[in-house]
């Protein structure tokens, strides 16, 4: 234990534990405010983003089917809704991502984390067009490109925090 010595023999084993555990907690503070990314963090920050996006899309596909559903029976869109099992898989989906954005946000700054949510913006767009047969314009795709890189700069220039 490097705080033993600080303490010349003066203090308990108490104080020496609690001492060794305020400097881990500082080191580890210290290490999610440099703004620095682990792998592991990056992985969890990516499936957080994935699982957000793809259950953005299991939504749209089952309200839509929902609400031709609800309007060709003549029943309430809520009522089809409820009983739609893509609805459920992307409330699941958006479940678990929330929970893997928490485990993001207690290890990453929130200034790196957040721009990577530009990606789910960007998987969503071309899943709309690829999956869900939408449209797309040349303006959204110049929108799109812009963001991109926006989320290049914000993560390759980000000043590190002391």
């Known amino acids: 234990m490097t705080v033993a010595p600080l303490c010349l023999d003066v203090c308990s084993e108490g104080q020496v534990e609690t001492l060794v555990n305020r400097d881990n907690e500082a080191r580890w503070l210290a290490q999610v405010r440099s703004g620095r990314m682990s792998l592991s963090n990056f992985a969890v920050l990516l499936f957080a983003v994935t699982l957000a996006a793809s259950g953005q899309v299991l939504l749209k596909h089952g309200m839509t089917r929902s609400a031709a559903s609800a309007k060709e ?21 958006f479940g678990i991502s929330a929970v893997a954005w ?5 290890r990453v700054p929130l200034n ?47 000043p590190t925090h002391g």
């Open 73 to 93: 029976r003549g029943t309430s869109l809520a009522e089809n809704a409820i009983g739609n099992g893509w609805v459920w898989l992307g409330l699941a989906l």
């Open 102 to 106: 928490m485990l993001t946000l207690s």
């Open 112 to 158: 790196i984390a957040y721009p990577f949510n530009a990606l789910g913006y960007l998987a969503i767009l071309v899943a709309s067009v690829l999956v869900l047969h939408e449209k797309a314009n040349a303006w959204t795709v110049l929108g799109s490109a812009m963001v991109v890189g926006g989320l290049i700069v914000v993560v390759t220039m980000s």
